[in-house]
Protein backbone atom coordinates (compact mmCIF):
# COMPACT_ATOMS: atom_id res chain seq x y z
CA UNK A 1 0.00 0.00 0.00
CA UNK A 2 1.17 3.27 -0.72
CA UNK A 3 0.68 6.20 1.12
CA UNK A 4 0.30 9.30 0.02
CA UNK A 5 0.64 12.48 2.18
CA UNK A 6 -1.24 15.76 0.57
CA UNK A 7 -0.66 19.00 2.01
CA UNK A 8 -0.73 23.03 0.90
CA UNK A 9 -0.95 25.42 2.33
CA UNK A 10 -3.94 27.63 3.30
CA UNK A 11 -6.39 28.68 0.57
CA UNK A 12 -4.50 26.92 -1.95
CA UNK A 13 -7.17 24.21 -2.28
CA UNK A 14 -6.40 21.38 -0.53
CA UNK A 15 -9.59 20.17 1.14
CA UNK A 16 -10.92 20.04 -2.73
CA UNK A 17 -8.05 18.18 -4.15
CA UNK A 18 -8.92 15.71 -0.89
CA UNK A 19 -12.28 15.81 -1.88
CA UNK A 20 -11.18 14.73 -5.64
CA UNK A 21 -8.98 11.77 -4.28
CA UNK A 22 -11.94 10.60 -2.51
CA UNK A 23 -13.90 10.59 -5.33
CA UNK A 24 -11.74 9.02 -7.05
CA UNK A 25 -11.90 5.67 -5.19
CA UNK A 26 -8.81 6.46 -2.68
CA UNK A 27 -9.35 6.67 0.91
CA UNK A 28 -8.73 9.78 2.51
CA UNK A 29 -8.04 10.33 5.95
CA UNK A 30 -8.39 13.80 6.75
CA UNK A 31 -6.05 15.73 10.11
CA UNK A 32 -8.54 18.05 10.61
CA UNK A 33 -11.47 16.57 10.55
CA UNK A 34 -9.79 14.30 13.14
CA UNK A 35 -9.03 17.60 15.08
CA UNK A 36 -12.59 18.78 14.98
CA UNK A 37 -14.10 14.88 16.13
CA UNK A 38 -11.52 14.75 18.91
CA UNK A 39 -12.56 18.03 19.93
CA UNK A 40 -15.97 16.52 20.73
CA UNK A 41 -14.59 13.44 22.23
CA UNK A 42 -11.41 12.35 23.47
CA UNK A 43 -9.77 15.36 23.49
CA UNK A 44 -12.08 17.71 25.31
CA UNK A 45 -10.57 16.84 29.09
CA UNK A 46 -6.90 17.46 28.23
CA UNK A 47 -7.63 20.77 26.13
CA UNK A 48 -10.00 21.64 28.90
CA UNK A 49 -7.30 21.17 31.26
CA UNK A 50 -4.99 23.96 29.26
CA UNK A 51 -7.62 26.15 28.15
CA UNK A 52 -11.15 25.84 30.38
CA UNK A 53 -12.26 28.98 28.82
CA UNK A 54 -13.16 26.98 26.01
CA UNK A 55 -15.24 24.33 27.24
CA UNK A 56 -18.61 24.65 26.32
CA UNK A 57 -21.69 22.05 26.75
CA UNK A 58 -19.28 19.20 26.87
CA UNK A 59 -16.73 19.82 23.93
CA UNK A 60 -14.23 22.30 23.32
CA UNK A 61 -15.28 25.69 21.00
CA UNK A 62 -13.04 25.87 18.24
CA UNK A 63 -13.69 29.87 18.26
CA UNK A 64 -13.05 30.43 21.79
CA UNK A 65 -9.88 28.31 21.40
CA UNK A 66 -8.73 29.78 18.14
CA UNK A 67 -9.10 33.11 20.02
CA UNK A 68 -6.93 31.96 23.18
CA UNK A 69 -4.34 31.06 20.58
CA UNK A 70 -4.12 34.25 18.83
CA UNK A 71 -3.43 36.12 21.90
CA UNK A 72 -1.08 33.77 22.76
CA UNK A 73 0.31 31.81 20.03
CA UNK A 74 3.54 30.67 22.39
CA UNK A 75 0.52 28.24 23.56
CA UNK A 76 0.65 26.23 20.52
CA UNK A 77 2.86 23.80 21.28
CA UNK A 78 0.83 23.19 24.25
CA UNK A 79 -2.11 21.78 22.20
CA UNK A 80 -0.03 20.38 19.79
CA UNK A 81 1.53 17.66 22.72
CA UNK A 82 -2.11 16.49 23.09
CA UNK A 83 -3.67 16.93 19.75
CA UNK A 84 -0.53 15.24 17.96
CA UNK A 85 -0.59 12.48 19.38
CA UNK A 86 -4.33 11.15 19.60
CA UNK A 87 -5.13 12.46 15.95
CA UNK A 88 -1.33 9.82 15.14
CA UNK A 89 -3.68 6.90 16.69
CA UNK A 90 -6.63 7.69 14.55
CA UNK A 91 -4.23 7.92 11.49
CA UNK A 92 -2.86 4.60 12.27
CA UNK A 93 -6.17 2.89 13.01
CA UNK A 94 -7.47 4.24 9.57
CA UNK A 95 -3.85 2.69 7.60
CA UNK A 96 -4.26 -0.40 9.50
CA UNK A 97 -7.91 -0.71 8.59
CA UNK A 98 -6.75 0.14 4.86
CA UNK A 99 -3.92 -2.82 4.60
CA UNK A 100 -6.31 -5.04 6.06
CA UNK A 101 -8.65 -3.70 2.98
CA UNK A 102 -6.20 -4.58 0.60
CA UNK A 103 -6.03 -0.99 -0.50
CA UNK A 104 -3.22 0.00 -2.70
CA UNK A 105 -3.17 3.74 -2.37
CA UNK A 106 -4.57 5.90 0.34
CA UNK A 107 -4.36 9.50 1.33
CA UNK A 108 -3.35 11.41 4.64
CA UNK A 109 -4.36 14.78 4.41
CA UNK A 110 -2.07 16.60 6.78
CA UNK A 111 -1.92 20.34 6.67
CA UNK A 112 1.30 20.82 8.91
CA UNK A 113 2.78 17.81 7.07
CA UNK A 114 6.14 19.02 7.12
CA UNK A 115 6.09 20.91 9.70
CA UNK A 116 5.76 18.26 11.71
CA UNK A 117 8.09 16.25 9.68
CA UNK A 118 4.78 13.97 8.62
CA UNK A 119 6.89 13.53 5.21
CA UNK A 120 8.52 10.60 7.32
CA UNK A 121 5.28 8.89 7.83
CA UNK A 122 4.48 8.50 4.32
CA UNK A 123 5.94 7.30 1.03
CA UNK A 124 5.30 10.56 -1.15
CA UNK A 125 4.20 13.66 -0.92
CA UNK A 126 1.54 15.83 -3.27
CA UNK A 127 1.48 19.51 -2.52
CA UNK A 128 -1.32 21.73 -3.17
CA UNK A 129 -0.85 25.23 -4.66
CA UNK A 130 -2.34 28.06 -6.44
CA UNK A 131 -0.90 31.83 -6.81
CA UNK A 132 -0.89 34.23 -4.08
CA UNK A 133 -3.38 36.47 -5.16
CA UNK A 134 -6.12 33.75 -5.25
CA UNK A 135 -5.13 32.29 -2.12
CA UNK A 136 -5.01 35.85 -0.24
CA UNK A 137 -8.77 36.57 -1.93
CA UNK A 138 -10.34 32.90 -0.95
CA UNK A 139 -8.91 32.96 2.64
CA UNK A 140 -9.89 36.55 3.23
CA UNK A 141 -13.61 35.82 2.10
CA UNK A 142 -14.08 32.85 4.59
CA UNK A 143 -16.35 33.85 7.68
CA UNK A 144 -14.45 35.43 10.36
CA UNK A 145 -10.88 35.33 8.77
CA UNK A 146 -8.89 38.94 9.22
CA UNK A 147 -5.62 40.04 7.80
CA UNK A 148 -4.10 39.28 10.98
CA UNK A 149 -5.65 35.53 11.27
CA UNK A 150 -4.34 35.13 8.29
CA UNK A 151 -0.86 36.52 8.67
CA UNK A 152 -0.84 34.08 11.95
CA UNK A 153 -1.76 31.18 10.05
CA UNK A 154 0.67 31.14 7.20
CA UNK A 155 3.61 32.10 9.77
CA UNK A 156 2.86 28.72 11.10
CA UNK A 157 3.46 27.30 7.83
CA UNK A 158 6.35 26.97 5.65
CA UNK A 159 6.24 28.75 2.74
CA UNK A 160 4.69 27.83 -0.48
CA UNK A 161 7.62 27.80 -2.59
CA UNK A 162 9.40 25.41 0.16
CA UNK A 163 6.69 22.70 0.07
CA UNK A 164 6.87 22.69 -3.99
CA UNK A 165 10.31 22.23 -3.68
CA UNK A 166 10.06 19.27 -1.17
CA UNK A 167 6.88 18.07 -3.10
CA UNK A 168 6.85 14.66 -5.50
CA UNK A 169 3.84 15.94 -7.08
CA UNK A 170 2.44 19.29 -7.34
CA UNK A 171 -1.37 20.01 -7.33
CA UNK A 172 -2.06 23.68 -9.00
CA UNK A 173 -5.50 24.57 -8.33
CA UNK A 174 -5.26 27.76 -9.63
CA UNK A 175 -6.60 26.40 -12.77
CA UNK A 176 -9.67 25.33 -12.17
CA UNK A 177 -11.05 22.50 -10.45
CA UNK A 178 -10.89 20.30 -13.78
CA UNK A 179 -7.41 21.20 -14.54
CA UNK A 180 -7.18 19.86 -11.18
CA UNK A 181 -8.79 16.81 -11.44
CA UNK A 182 -6.81 15.82 -14.36
CA UNK A 183 -3.94 16.31 -12.46
CA UNK A 184 -5.24 14.16 -9.27
CA UNK A 185 -5.73 11.59 -11.90
CA UNK A 186 -1.94 11.28 -13.27
CA UNK A 187 -1.02 11.38 -9.65
CA UNK A 188 -3.21 8.27 -8.72
CA UNK A 189 -2.29 6.45 -12.24
CA UNK A 190 1.64 7.10 -11.76
CA UNK A 191 1.45 5.73 -7.87
CA UNK A 192 -1.18 2.64 -8.90
CA UNK A 193 0.80 0.96 -12.28
CA UNK A 194 3.65 0.75 -10.10
CA UNK A 195 1.97 -1.99 -8.13
CA UNK A 196 0.34 -3.88 -11.01
Known sequence: MIVLGLTGSIGT?????????HDLGVPVHDA??????????????????????????GVIDRKVLSGA??????????????????????????????????SPLVVLDIPLLYETAGETRVDKV?????????????????PGMTEEKF???????MPDAEKRRRA????????GLEAAREQVKEIIAKLTERRN
Open 13 to 21: GKSTTAAMF
Open 32 to 57: DATVHDLYRNEAVAPVAALFPEALAG
Open 69 to 102: LSAAPERFRELEEVIHPLVRARETAFLDAERQNG
Open 126 to 142: AVVTCDPQTQRHRVLAR
Open 151 to 157: QLILSRQ
Open 168 to 175: DFVVDTGR
